[in-house]
């Protein structure tokens, strides 16, 4: 498939790094020379410096016989635009723009976005990407790391493995037998920085992550396995209250659960524009960096403290400082994945990488047919695809164990009907099952194989 990403920032490098790592014919556009010819020394795609929205420049990246465009500038206005010069003047059949103004977002105005007016197939926003994953983290606390499957009923965890860990130095294949009715699987585990599918006879020890796809109604179970446990979240403290703060407070404010939620934001006016459109959260205007306003805020009271400014080492000292003065659960907004090996040295609980979250979005809807949703682990090192199984599959009515998986892909858990249950070795997959597969980057071409659902199958 021939793809133009416009932008060579971080979130469109990860995705040229997907694509062309899949044999398609990927090209970058970027006014930024340097950023150009990083992406061309690094990958295996063309590049073109210039304006993305310019018909020459995209006429230039091959935009005639293009089957996508993904315009992932810093801009909204020249991703919108360049959506517009891709349908108008070169037919591109399908358009993934990424907007931040949440003007742009409002539903009231989601006609802007039809064929006949400003034609975008498919609209990211990082920061509703990036709030969702927040919430995702309050609800499961002892987790790092978590997405859902299945519409729900299927949870990725990523568990620390610490010394009071039940199950450490168990063979996995035991953990089958001492939890038979467990629906929970372990398909990766991290051990001193290098991310590996476990085999039956493998061991977790202590410092090892662990990714577990477990069902909905055995989360609590799983975790208490692992040595974990789950707090009710009745008061959260966020510092920074720009796109992303707002809206996990709102979301907050609308939850079920009664959750009492203080902000605090440094800049005025964002802080008096929180306080306005807020109707229950209480709103402190302040460096989240100042004990006295964290006291005011309380947060040796709170249950967790969720730290989502636009500075990295600013949600990390604020979140060390946190859980310095009490609060239990600590969670960082942090951009830079070069940072993320200081999350546990420094005792922040959890972390949110919005480069990976909206890559994981943007990946879902490339993947478009009967991959349902595709979630990128780490530095884009794997990812989670759940996919429906067609009848031209490979693996369709074949057994689990006879089906040829590389090394790097586990099977975390599949749905049969209206049930999801834990994948065995004698399971049979049949057509229509819907299953959800970890597997190692170098190994998602194979599994796209197996699945049939390449892109350039649709």
Same mark, same amino acid.
């Given at each position: 498939?021939?793809?133009?990403?416009?932008?060579?920032?971080?979130?469109?490098?990860?995705?040229?790094?997907?694509?062309?790592?899949?044999?398609?014919?990927?090209?970058?556009?970027? +006014?930024?020379?340097?950023?150009?010819?990083?992406?061309?020394?690094?990958?295996?795609?063309?590049?073109?410096?210039?304006?993305?929205?310019?018909?020459?420049?995209?006429?230039?990246?091959?935009?005639?016989?293009?089957?996508?465009?993904?315009?992932?500038?810093?801009?909204?206005?020249?991703?919108?635009?360049?959506?517009?010069?891709?349908?108008?003047?070169?037919?591109?059949?399908?358009?993934?723009?990424?907007?931040?103004?949440?003007?742009?977002?409002?539903?009231?105005?989601?006609?802007?976005?039809?064929?006949? !007016?400003?034609?975008?197939?498919?609209?990211?926003?990082?920061?509703?990407?990036?709030?969702?994953?927040?919430?995702?983290?309050?609800?499961?606390?002892?987790?790092?790391?978590?997405?859902?499957?299945?519409?729900?009923?299927?949870?990725?965890?990523?568990?620390?493995?610490?010394?009071?860990?039940?199950?450490?130095? &168990?063979?996995?294949?035991?953990?089958?037998?001492?939890? +038979?009715?467990?629906?929970?699987?372990?398909?990766?585990?991290?051990?001193?920085?290098?991310?590996?599918?476990?085999?039956?006879?493998?061991?977790?020890?202590?410092?090892?992550?662990?990714?577990?796809?477990? !069902?909905?109604?055995?989360?609590?179970?799983?975790?208490?396995?692992?040595?974990?446990?789950?707090?009710?979240?009745?008061?959260?403290?966020?510092?920074?209250?720009?796109?992303?703060?707002?809206?996990?407070?709102?979301?907050?404010?609308?939850?079920?659960?009664?959750?009492?939620?203080?902000?605090?934001?440094?800049?005025?006016?964002?802080?008096?524009?929180?306080?306005?459109?807020?109707?229950? &959260?209480?709103?402190?205007?302040?460096?989240?960096?100042?004990? +006295?306003?964290?006291?005011?805020?309380?947060?040796?009271?709170?249950?967790?403290?969720?730290?989502? &400014?636009?500075?990295?080492?600013?949600?990390?000292?604020?979140?060390?400082?946190?859980?310095?003065?009490?609060?239990?659960?600590?969670?960082?907004?942090?951009?830079?994945?070069?940072?993320?090996?200081?999350?546990?040295?420094?005792?922040?609980?959890?972390?949110?990488?919005?480069?990976?979250?909206?890559?994981? +979005?943007?990946?879902?809807?490339?993947?478009?047919?009967?991959?349902?949703?595709?979630?990128?682990?780490?530095?884009?090192?794997?990812?989670?695809?759940?996919?429906?199984?067609?009848?031209?599959?490979?693996?369709?009515?074949?057994?689990?164990?006879?089906?040829?998986?590389?090394?790097?892909?586990?099977?975390?858990?599949?749905?049969?009907?209206?049930?999801?249950?834990?994948? &065995?070795?004698?399971?049979?997959?049949?057509?229509?099952?819907?299953?959800?597969?970890?597997?190692?980057?170098?190994?998602?071409?194979?599994?796209?194989?197996?699945?049939?659902?390449?892109?350039?199958?649709?």
């Amino acid at each position: 498939m021939k793809v133009i990403i416009c932008g060579a920032g971080q979130v469109g490098w990860q995705i040229a790094r997907h694509l062309s790592g899949e044999r398609n014919d990927v090209t970058v556009v970027d +006014s930024n020379p340097d950023l150009i010819r990083r992406a061309t020394d690094a990958l295996d795609v063309q590049g073109i410096t210039g304006f993305a929205s310019y018909p020459d420049v995209l006429d230039r990246a091959g935009a005639r016989d293009a089957d996508m465009i993904i315009a992932a500038t810093h801009s909204d206005e020249v991703n919108m635009v360049t959506c517009q010069v891709a349908h108008s003047v070169f037919s591109v059949p399908r358009k993934i723009a990424r907007l931040r103004a949440q003007s742009y977002l409002t539903a009231i105005y989601s006609d802007l976005y039809r064929r006949d !007016h400003m034609p975008i197939d498919v609209v990211i926003s990082p920061e509703q990407e990036v709030a969702q994953a927040a919430l995702r983290r309050l609800s499961a606390p002892a987790a790092f790391d978590t997405e859902v499957f299945l519409n729900g009923d299927a949870q990725l965890l990523g568990i620390g493995i610490e010394q009071e860990c039940p199950v450490v130095n &168990t063979p996995l294949r035991q953990l089958t037998d001492l939890f +038979s009715t467990l629906r929970s699987t372990v398909v990766a585990v991290r051990r001193e920085g290098t991310l590996f599918a476990p085999e039956a006879g493998d061991q977790m020890f202590v410092g090892d992550s662990a990714y577990v796809v477990a !069902h909905r109604d055995d989360v609590r179970r799983t975790l208490e396995i692992f040595g974990k446990s789950l707090r009710k979240q009745e008061r959260v403290v966020l510092v920074g209250g720009g796109n992303v703060g707002l809206a996990v407070a709102h979301a907050l404010e609308g939850a079920a659960q009664r959750i009492r939620v203080k902000m605090i934001e440094r800049n005025r006016k964002a802080a008096e524009h929180a306080a306005e459109a807020l109707e229950r &959260t209480i709103v402190l205007h302040g460096d989240g960096l100042d004990i +006295s306003l964290l006291s005011e805020a309380g947060i040796e009271r709170a249950d967790a403290v969720l730290c989502v &400014t636009d500075d990295d080492k600013t949600n990390l000292l604020t979140a060390v400082r946190a859980k310095a003065a009490g609060c239990p659960m600590a969670i960082a907004l942090v951009n830079d994945p070069t940072l993320v090996p200081l999350m546990e040295p420094l005792g922040i609980d959890a972390y949110i990488n919005p480069r990976a979250t909206t890559v994981s +979005s943007i990946l879902r809807h490339i993947r478009h047919g009967r991959v349902r949703s595709v979630y990128s682990i780490g530095d884009a090192e794997a990812e989670v695809i759940e996919a429906e199984v067609l009848s031209t599959s490979p693996i369709a009515g074949n057994r689990i164990r006879d089906v040829d998986f590389p090394e790097g892909v586990l099977i975390g858990a599949v749905r049969k009907g209206d049930r999801v249950v834990r994948p &065995t070795g004698s399971m049979r997959i049949d057509e229509g099952d819907q299953i959800v597969i970890f597997a190692l980057a170098g190994d998602v071409p194979d599994v796209e194989r197996l699945l049939q659902v390449s892109i350039d199958f649709f």
